[in-house]
């Protein structure tokens, strides 16, 4: 009897992964089709760069504030 309960309960799970990869393989084939429209630009690293230092001085880790302070 206890067979029979984990043979069901096996279908249910291998349903579920086979949705998960019918899922997965339709999204990646999804951004595989996908051409890149947006190019990084210098000037949008240059912008993420200067927001950079603020951010680690900001957050509460001192090995992250030192390092960044003796460059």
């Known amino acids: 009897m206890?067979?029979?309960f984990m043979k069901d309960e096996f279908k249910v799970?291998?349903?579920e992964l086979k949705e998960k990869?019918?899922?997965g393989e339709f999204k990646l084939a999804h951004?595989?089709?996908n051409e890149?429209?947006?190019v990084i630009t210098e000037e949008d690293i240059k912008?993420?760069?200067s927001n950079f230092s603020g951010y680690v001085?900001?957050?509460n880790m001192p090995e992250c504030k030192n390092s960044y302070r003796t460059l």
């Open 2 to 4: 206890a067979s029979g």
């Open 31 to 33: 951004l595989e089709n």
């Open 57 to 59: 001085v900001s957050r």
């Open 47 to 49: 912008y993420l760069l």
């Open 13 to 15: 799970k291998l349903e």
């Open 21 to 23: 990869k019918a899922t």
């Open 36 to 38: 890149i429209e947006d």
